[in-house]
């Protein structure tokens, strides 16, 4: 089936620092990646879509400048959040649909971003 | 505006007896339905999905939920919940674009 590996699973950072997190389709090809943030016993809420070969698309509320997104590839996107503080300390997970027609939202294991 | 309501935060069972997570949506046009499961620190899994045909879905684990057009719901359902099943469990509708709204959540918690 479709997998998608996510990495790190944990990272701490010093506020002020970057973090990169990657997405990888392992067997398809991923044109979309969909990134969500989740805070403790909350939800997961949309941040932004990337889309291999031309600029992510950010939901309202989302800073783009705070949060880049890069779809470098169609098995690969990133997300680097820049100048990490303490409220950015959150769980990220990534989700992309199958390329082969089929909807199987197929999510990633998740991040756990720490800003100490 | 698109939605989804799970009214029950927290949910505790006996182990061996029957389960429903309730879940309702609201949305524009024909919805694409999804439950899935997360452990503390993990990732989301799959449970059932719904797009078109029978209206009752079978899942993974033991699990099935019924699609109802006229109450705009989704419930979850398993007859005989196991210890292991305890976890939060998402309600997310969704359109062929790929983008998903989740609901808020609902924590299973089952009791020896």
């Known amino acids: 089936g479709a997998v998608v590996s996510q990495h790190p699973s944990r990272v701490i950072c010093k506020s002020g620092t970057s973090v990169k997190i990657e997405c990888r389709s392992l067997?398809?090809?991923?044109?979309?990646m969909f990134w969500y943030r989740q805070f403790p016993k909350q939800s997961l809420m949309l941040m932004a879509t990337s889309n291999e070969g031309s600029k992510a698309t950010y939901e309202q509320g989302v800073e783009k400048d705070k949060f880049l997104i890069n779809h470098a590839s169609l098995t690969l996107s990133t997300l680097t959040v820049t100048s990490a503080h303490p409220e950015d300390s959150s769980f990220y997970i990534c989700?992309?649909?199958?390329?082969?027609?089929?909807?199987?939202?197929?999510f990633g294991s998740g991040t756990r971003l720490t800003v100490v | 505006a698109q939605s989804v309501t799970q009214p029950d935060i927290h949910i505790t069972v006996s182990e061996g007896a029957s389960l429903e997570l309730r879940c309702n949506y609201s949305y524009g046009a024909t919805p694409y339905l999804f439950w899935y499961v997360q452990s503390p620190g993990q990732g989301l899994q799959l449970l059932l999905k719904?797009?078109?045909?029978?209206?009752l879905v079978q899942g993974i684990k033991g699990f099935e939920a019924e699609f109802k057009r006229s109450q705009s719901s989704f419930n979850l359902r398993k007859p005989s919940v196991h210890w292991s099943d305890a976890a939060e469990y998402f309600c997310a509708v969704g359109n062929q674009g790929g983008k998903l709204i989740f609901g808020q959540g609902t924590e299973l918690s089952v009791k020896p």
């Open positions: 067997d398809f090809q991923a044109t979309t």
């Open positions: 719904y797009f078109s045909g029978d209206t």
């Open positions: 989700s992309a649909p199958p390329d082969r027609g089929l909807i199987g939202y197929t």
